[in-house]
């Protein structure tokens, strides 16, 4: 292998400074874990892949204590959605305004007023923006972002990776117990670990740019059904793209232009918008693909370089954060020693369904979107569907992420859901001064076991997990459960509910399962 290994030992090595690679490193941080982030290019990526976030990667977010910046970041992205519609055409009298809008196949008719937990919201938080936030933490807590470093190849053995690297400075190499491969769709983890990658091929090209235009009022901000395709404006940012329906070229064309926009939008759309400047821009397809297995020995995918899909509803960010959030926790406690590898494997057993259902609601989406006379009338049947409150409810919560949960062997409702973020109200707090969000606890690792009922039971089942599981005694506003077990990603893994007796026999098995065996 070329280069020699850094005499250094890395806990673990993050490949991809991208989105879910920082979020993972974050993560691993937090939990007391040695990180070194390694990314292929010099400068952050600032082409627009995704405009907001869903409500699971918002909570996830907010338990690293981003709660504020996340805020801060949100106003200016919707001051700039005001000032789009400001100077964009007259939208139909009554129609909701571009911030408002989410959509299923480009159909802007789902309301967020009418999911089944409307107030776990969506934040308008552009991907670049969340990508210097996260960069910016990532730093101020220890970890280690080496950009100009891209991965070229790697071994591995019973102890570690050897992770060669290409840099200005020549070739070297990074010896890691674990390596995280976070390095999006071409992922060169992916191809030097051999992890299989079958799908689906691409049958449509679209092409996007961030960019100034002559007459921005030509357009009002939205998705758009055009003869030849779909034409996208808007996403806070002067954002343009074009789909167009046909395989794309084999060939690799380069990067894209601002006269290849202008001339997709002219084809698709019969319009000149006047392109004055292209600040970023890219190109997208439907290719659909997903490796059978998140981990091959010491070698874990998360995000795009586990699988990729059509952009559409930007999904793809909100399942790599929390595929990040799922696999981080875990990896850092196989790293601090109490974990067994099987709490490895769980992150492929309860993350790979979830991603193969949005592969599936991807494709379905793809399919709404063409524009052959019979994929349109499909689409206007579906648009009638979408006014009916069922199926309003059910693609809000499927296109938010609220329909994740994962198999546990628990048939609870509530085991293997991704618990919101609670208000907290200590029992002995007569007038609720100390109360806290569940999202200000402290994220380092540890599970939590909520007693809201004062019952000693569970909190003495928990006593032989001190430092990897807290206790704490606050009422939590679910009325129907007296206690909780959480892991460190949020997850549901116990539940008593109130109306019987705590099973602290289960509740000693899950946190077995989830936390080792106890010292």
């Known amino acids: 292998m070329a280069g020699t290994p850094r005499d250094e030992y890395i806990p673990a090595v993050v490949a991809g400074a991208g989105p879910v690679g920082l979020m993972a490193a974050c993560v691993l941080r937090r939990a007391g874990i040695d990180v070194v982030v390694l990314e292929r290019r010099g400068e952050p990526d600032r082409v627009l892949k995704a405009g907001s976030l869903g409500p699971l990667a918002v909570e996830a977010l907010e338990r ?20 789009m519609a400001e100077r964009s055409a007259d939208p139909a009298p009554g129609a909701p305004g571009p911030a408002e809008r989410e959509h299923f196949a480009g159909l802007e008719k789902i309301e967020p007023s009418r999911r089944s937990e409307p107030a776990r919201r969506r934040m308008r938080v552009p991907q670049p923006d969340l990508v210097a936030l996260l960069r910016r933490t990532a730093e101020r807590t220890g970890v280690r972002v080496l950009p100009s470093h891209e991965v070229t190849g790697l071994e591995q053995d019973a102890d570690g990776v050897t992770v060669a690297v290409r840099t200005p400075a020549g070739d070297t190499a990074f010896r890691a117990r674990y390596l995280l491969g976070c390095d999006g769709g071409g992922s060169a983890v992916r191809t030097a670990a051999g992890f299989p990658f079958p799908g689906t091929g691409p049958t449509m090209l679209g092409r ?28 806070g940012v002067d954002r343009v793209a074009a789909l167009e329906f046909t395989p ?13 926009l202008r001339a997709a939008v002219t084809r698709v759309s019969g319009i000149d918008l006047g392109v004055r400047r292209m600040r970023a821009g890219g190109r997208f397809t439907d290719e659909a693909r997903h490796v059978p297995a998140y981990r091959r ?15 559409v509803g930007g999904q793809g960010l909100n399942y790599g954060l929390i595929d990040a959030v799922n696999v981080a926790w875990k990896l850092a406690a196989r790293l601090r020693g109490w974990a067994a590898d099987d709490l490895l ?6 993350r790979r369904p979830q991603a193969e259902r949005l592969l599936q609601n991807t494709r379905a989406q793809i399919a709404l979107m063409r524009p052959d006379t019979h994929s349109r009338a499909l689409r206007e049947l579906f648009a009638d569907l979408m006014d ?6 059910y693609l809000g919560d499927l296109m938010a992420g609220l329909t994740t949960r994962y198999d546990l062997g628990d048939p609870d ?51 032989p997990w001190a430092g990897r599981v807290r206790v704490r005694h606050a009422t939590t506003g679910r009325d129907e459960v007296s206690a909780l077990l959480l892991r ?9 509910r109130r109306d019987t007796e705590p099973d602290t026999e289960a509740l000693t098995g899950a946190l077995r399962r989830w936390f080792g065996t106890p010292r």
């Open 64 to 83: 690293l204590g981003l709660r504020e910046e996340l805020a801060a970041v949100e106003r200016r992205t919707m001051a700039g959605y005001a000032q």
């Open 208 to 235: 996007q740019g961030v960019v100034e235009l002559l007459d921005p009022g030509q357009i009002p901000p939205g998705i758009h059904d055009v003869p030849g395709g779909v034409l996208v404006y808007g996403l």
């Open 248 to 260: 794309p070229p084999d060939t690799d064309q380069g990067p894209l232009t601002e006269e290849e």
């Open 297 to 311: 020995g010491r070698v874990l995918l998360a995000g795009d370089a586990a699988h990729i899909h059509a952009p």
């Open 345 to 350: 494997d769980s992150y492929t057993a309860e």
């Open 388 to 393: 009916l409150d069922e199926v309003n409810r």
């Open 413 to 463: 409702p509530l085991v293997g859901t991704l618990c919101p973020d609670l208000k907290l109200v200590p029992l002995d707090d007569r007038d609720g001064t100390g109360a806290r969000r569940l999202a200000e606890l402290p994220c380092d690792g540890q599970g939590l076991l909520l007693v809201s009922d004062g019952h000693p039971a569970p909190a003495r089942a928990a006593a």
């Open 488 to 496: 460190p990603d949020s997850c549901i893994a116990w539940v008593a």
